[in-house]
T-cell receptor, first 112, second 112 residues
Framework: GQSLEQPSEVTAVEGAIVQINCTYQ??????LSWYQQHDGGAPTFLSYNALDGLEETGRFSSFLSRSDSYGYLLLQELQMKDSASYFC?????????????FGKGTTLSVSS | DVKVTQSSRYLVKRTGEKVFLECVQD?????MFWYRQDPGLGLRLIYFSYDVKMKEKGDIPEGYSVSREKKERFSLILESASTNQTSMYLC???????????FGPGTRLTVT
């Protein structure tokens, strides 16, 4: 089986930095992904880490430590439009294919 | 531009009805997925398919079945809808060698 743990809610102000943590337990590991979902919208891909270390994409960075089964999403220079739910996800090796398994999501609220 | 479409944005059905949710992708992706999303529970995998006519159960397959007769189309079937299947249903697809999963806009199903 597999499980992912992430905080349910995070609040921050515009311009701040916020870190959303994710710990996971899987039978096999093929990388940690992050998705963003705005209210009423579909989840959209943000980042993917297969190896340990930090991946940076603009204001967003994602980190992975495979030995600790831990990763985080770092959002810098927060903007109001960053208010959304953020999901970490791992690929789980099924009998014949791989499926993305998601955490329960972290709701980020950015205020002015 | 990558596209995953779902047949309905909103659907209202009665208890006991047979319900079909359709999903079509235009990216020639091998893998297709059905998730349901409920507040506080995140995205839970119902079924996925890694090839035409091939399917694999996810975490919550009870009460659902799927059909994939063509590569671009993946259908979710509720054999006898129940009120506890009221939810947002999200379809997704992913290429065999890709780590990015693309989601459709979702179908909000209400069973009364």
């Amino acid at each position: 089986g597999q499980s992912l743990e992430q905080p349910s809610e995070v609040t921050a102000v515009e311009g701040a930095i916020v870190q959303i943590n994710c710990t996971y337990q899987t039978s096999g590991f093929y990388g940690l992904s992050w998705y963003q979902q705005h209210d009423g919208g579909a989840p959209t891909f943000l980042s993917y880490n297969a190896l340990d270390g930090l991946e940076e994409t603009g204001r967003f960075s994602s980190f992975l430590s495979r030995s600790d089964s831990y990763g985080y999403l770092l959002l810098q220079e927060l903007q109001m439009k960053d208010s959304a739910s953020y999901f970490c996800a791992v690929r789980d090796q099924g009998q014949a294919g791989t499926a993305l398994i998601f955490g329960k999501g972290t709701t980020l609220s950015v205020s002015s | 531009d990558v596209k995953v479409t779902q047949s309905s944005r909103y659907l209202v059905k009665r208890t006991g009805e047979k319900v079909f949710l359709e999903c079509v992708q235009d990216m020639d992706h091998e893998n297709m997925f059905w998730y349901r999303q409920d507040p506080g529970l995140g995205l839970r995998l119902i079924y996925f398919s890694y090839d035409v006519k091939m399917k694999e159960k996810g975490d919550i397959p009870e009460g659902y079945s799927v059909s994939r007769e063509k590569k671009e189309r993946f259908s979710l079937i509720l054999e006898s809808a129940s009120t506890n299947q009221t939810s947002m249903y999200l379809c997704a697809s992913r290429g065999q060698t890709s780590y990015e999963q693309y989601f459709g806009p979702g179908t909000r199903l209400t069973v009364t």
